[in-house]
Nanobody
């Protein structure tokens, strides 16, 4: 079993930056692809970014491309999401997820483990 915990919740002003961190415990996720998702009220959960188990292959949603960066350190089971140039529409609960496969997927249902989520609020 894998437990995921997200850190880095906060309120930031538009065009500001925030870094989210997700740590895994219970078992190693070094061979898992990892993803960040978000969900705002009334909307479905959507993928924001994903990274392969090696850290070399990444995916970004069009809405965050060029502004967000996903990275990971396999040694300590940690994945990061650096968010720059934040916009009010980035306001959401952000979730970390682990996919028991080396390659990332954008399919929400394809992820095996989820964190509890962390709130990010961007004020205009």
């Amino acid at each position: 079993q894998v437990q995921l915990v997200e850190y880095g919740r906060g309120v930031v002003q538009a065009v500001g930056s925030l870094r989210l961190c997700c740590t895994a415990s219970g078992r190693t996720v070094s061979s898992y692809a990892m993803g960040w998702f978000r969900q705002s009220p009334g909307k479905e959960r959507e993928v924001v970014a994903a990274v392969s188990w090696t850290g070399t292959n990444t995916y970004y949603a069009d809405s965050v491309k060029g502004r967000f960066t996903i990275s990971r350190t396999r040694a300590d089971n940690t994945v990061f999401l650096l968010m720059n140039s934040l916009k009010p529409e980035d306001t959401a609960v952000y979730y970390c997820a682990a996919h028991n496969s080396g390659a990332w997927t954008v399919v929400t249902g394809g992820y095996d483990y989820w964190g509890q989520g962390t709130q990010v609020t961007v004020s205009s």
